[in-house]
């Protein structure tokens, strides 16, 4: 996964406010609730030395979200009176979360981008003909490309079509035209076709070839999507599960073939540590569920990172602090360039929960 997402946030120097905070709508006054967090995060950050202008910029920011339904939090960063980064999370955190620090506690905002895939899907249902009192039916085709799971709270614009259902095997190529379109525009790796079994059939033989491989049908009407969510949001969140996207599913393959053969490829804290140091980390691999409790000394520059004051002296850097691992990692890998790739515990357990693969050795190799 790129961490491109990220640069705006670290472009800024520190220190900043952070905050995960849980946004939900589908709470009794949920208004109230945010009211209530709100003020408890701001007097959290002040209390942890935040100044008043950062607090007062983070508080203003976090509930503006409101368009957004159901379940969701906000990843909320400021520094010295200015908004760094604000988005949307597919999923409320576990609990309210507010440091101040000068390395951005960006981590969980990282992990919920995973698995980052990148998808169209398509929903088709029989509709009565319009302004019609008959017993004839139109055909009603909505589409919506998007990256799961951020897309469950930042979906693209839906795209609605209806057409005569006699009509549609001559409508269905310009309907596939354009869903090929926006399939290629946003790189879709799956195309998730639903509804009417006849009308997918049809529509699948349309699409490209090179689109046609990519295509899974399933049972569902998507009529249960809400405005402002992802279209087919329950069916992609069974279908995704567990799964990585095609890049990140090479750099997994590629971990473990290195690592078998003894190159290109280390685990564990110290060698992670090493790699990001020296800039040779092509990949940051983390497990999911992380446990990253440990911290680790940082300079003002991404790539001084050490596990000891000591070590970064070794290095030149005679003005480091501590920060928590997860932190200092993830911005010494967007610093660096690396990607990120989140893996499964039970998949791939790795020493520490991380793992590193070295430039140089070919992403598939």
């Known amino acids: 996964m790129e961490l491109t997402f990220l640069s705006p946030l670290y472009a800024r120097q520190g220190p900043f406010a952070c905050v995960y905070v849980d946004t939900s709508r589908d709470v009794e006054d949920p208004d109230r609730a945010i009211e209530l967090r709100r003020r408890h ?21 976090v509930g503006t979200d409101q368009d957004v339904p159901g379940p969701h939090g906000q990843a909320v960063f400021a520094a010295h009176g200015r908004l760094a980064l604000a988005e949307e999370l597919p999923r409320p955190p576990t609990r309210d979360r507010a440091r101040f ?9 990282a992990l919920q981008h995973a698995p980052d895939i990148p998808y169209a899907a398509v929903v088709m249902r029989r509709v009565p003909e319009a302004g019609r009192e008959t017993a004839q039916q139109d055909l009603e085709v909505e589409f919506q490309t998007g990256r799961w799971p951020v897309a469950r709270v930042a979906a693209g614009e839906r795209t609605l079509r209806r057409v005569p259902a006699g009509d549609w095997r001559q409508e269905a190529g310009p309907v596939a035209g354009e869903l090929a379109e926006l399939a290629d525009r946003g790189e879709a790796e799956t195309i998730v076709l639903s509804g009417d079994l006849w009308a997918r059939g049809v529509l699948t033989r349309e699409l490209p070839g090179r689109l046609r491989e990519r295509v899974i049908g399933i049972e569902s009407d998507g009529r249960a999507a809400e405005p402002g969510r992802a279209l087919l949001e329950e069916e992609l969140d069974y279908l995704f599960r567990g799964r990585a996207n095609t890049r990140d599913q090479a750099r997994i393959e590629a971990f473990r073939a290195r690592t078998a053969r003894g190159g290109g490829a280390a685990e564990g804290l110290v060698a992670v540590v090493e790699a990001l140091r020296e800039g040779r980390a092509d990949a940051l691999l983390v497990n999911d569920p992380a446990d990253l409790s440990v911290r ?10 050490g596990l000891s004051d000591a070590e970064l002296n070794a290095y030149g850097v005679h003005s480091g602090w501590e920060e ?11 610093g660096t360039r690396a990607e990120l790739v989140v893996v499964p515990r039970e998949e791939l357990p790795m020493t520490d929960g991380l793992g590193v693969l070295l430039r140089g050795s070919g992403a598939g190799a």
């Open 101 to 109: 620090t000068m390395v951005p506690d960006a981590m969980p905002l």
């Open 41 to 61: 995060l701001k007097e959290e950050l002040e209390a942890q030395g935040a100044d008043p202008a950062t607090t007062g910029t983070l508080a203003r920011t």
């Open 296 to 305: 680790l000394w940082v300079g003002t520059a991404p790539k001084q990172i």
């Open 324 to 334: 928590p691992a997860d932190a200092a990692l993830l911005r010494a890998a967007v």
